[in-house]
Structure formats: C-alpha cells, structure tokens
T-cell receptor, first 110, second 113 residues
C-alpha cells in the first residue's frame, strides 16, 4: 500500500515548455486534489476532482489543466510554463475528511 | 469562499513550554476545522480536527478549541518537545461540505532544547 505517490519529484522547465505531473493513489479514494505551496502562502487549491471523469476549479486554477480518466490517477498539466509557476506541488486524496498528501513535486521554471 | 487567517507566522518556545496557534475564519456555515503538521521537507499530515458540535478536543499533548460565535479556533500544544518543530496549518471548508479546504498560511514552530 503506497498511499499517494507523485511523479516526478523534481523538474526544471524553461518558460513556455509544457509538462504533466502525475498523482496516483491506491486507497480507492473518490476525491483528489492538486495544491501548490509557496513560501508564506500556505497550501492553495488549484483543481480538484470528486470522482473519475470529473474535475473542478479551485482557488488558483489559471495556467493549469487537469484530467481524471482513471479513479486512481489525477494529472496536472502546465501547457506553457511561466516563472510564476515555480512552486512545490502537492497532490492529496480523501474518502472522508482527512486528506492524505503525496510527497510533493518541486518545479522550477526558468 | 472561506477566508482563513492564521497567527502567528512564527513561534519560538523553549522545550517544555506551551504553544498556541490561532486561526479565524469568515464563513459562519463552516463546520469542520482540521490542523495539519508539515515537518521540513515532508508532506502535510493531519494531527487533529474538530467539528462544530464540540468546543474542545484533546489528543495527548495537543488540543483544539473552537469558538463559533467569534469564528476562531486554536491549536494548543503542551510540554513542547524538539520534534514538535514544524509548520502547522489550520484549514476550514471551502465551498459546500468539507471535501475541499482553504488553508491558513502556516505557523513555523521552533522548539529549542
């Protein structure tokens, strides 16, 4: 039982490049989330999903897209990366109240 | 949407002292308030939560209190230890239900031996 995993752990992008972050959970959770964490800003919700095939916008969705084609996976895409998207990205999942976080992906956009 | 304010942003205490972190929220309909702990370089993990039908909840050295009238809730850590050093986040529901959360900006707690 791996819980919540994220791929990759670290990535460097140039401005304008695209990439996809993968989140996977093996707990059969319905709800999944993508957050970004910046110094002094806490955790801010980007997008979330309440089940396979559904997605919804969070507090800071601009510049990101998501897909939930399989229940266990939640993908976060950056179509054209910008330096403002340099951050640590956390995925989480839940079946009730408690959110279980992945280990995070550190993204640097130059 | 919910607005969560958290204070202080940093807190330094001596080992054995108590620490208190306070959060305020804006939506009077909010009914679930968790606290997460994030050690350096690690992922956030839930340490305690409280629902609006109770005023206080304890778990060993940590406790959370809730004042719905004033719309604030607090985390209390007694007999602090160096391993309590971490960033603590409060949260409140964002939108309907409790499935999405708005987090405070965090409090860095430093416990000196």
């Amino acid at each position: 039982n791996a819980g919540v995993t994220q791929t990759p752990k670290f990535r460097v992008l140039k401005t304008g490049q695209s990439m996809t972050l993968l989140c996977a959970q093996d707990m059969n959770h319905e709800y999944m989330y993508w957050y970004r964490q910046d110094p002094g800003m806490g955790l801010r919700l980007i997008h979330y999903s309440v089940g396979e095939g559904t997605t919804a916008k969070g507090e800071v969705p601009d510049g990101y897209n998501v897909s939930r084609l399989k229940k266990q996976n939640f993908l976060l895409g950056l179509e054209s990366a910008a330096p403002s998207q340099t951050s640590v990205y956390f995925c989480a999942s839940t079946i009730a109240e408690t959110q279980y976080f992945g280990p995070g992906t550190r993204l640097l956009v130059l | 949407g919910e607005n969560v304010e958290q204070h202080p942003s940093t807190l330094s205490v001596q080992e054995g002292d108590s620490a208190v972190i306070k959060c305020t929220y804006s939506d009077s309909a909010s009914n679930y308030f968790p606290w997460y702990k994030q050690e350096l370089g690690k992922r956030p993990q839930l340490i305690i939560d409280i629902r609006s039908n109770v005023g206080e909840k304890k778990d060993q050295r940590i406790a959370v209190t809730l004042n719905k009238t004033a719309k604030h809730f607090s985390l209390h850590i007694t007999e602090t230890q160096p391993e309590d050093s971490a960033v603590y986040f409060c949260a409140a529901p964002w939108g309907s239900g409790y499935s999405t959360l708005t987090f405070g900006k965090g409090t860095m707690l430093l416990v000196s031996p």
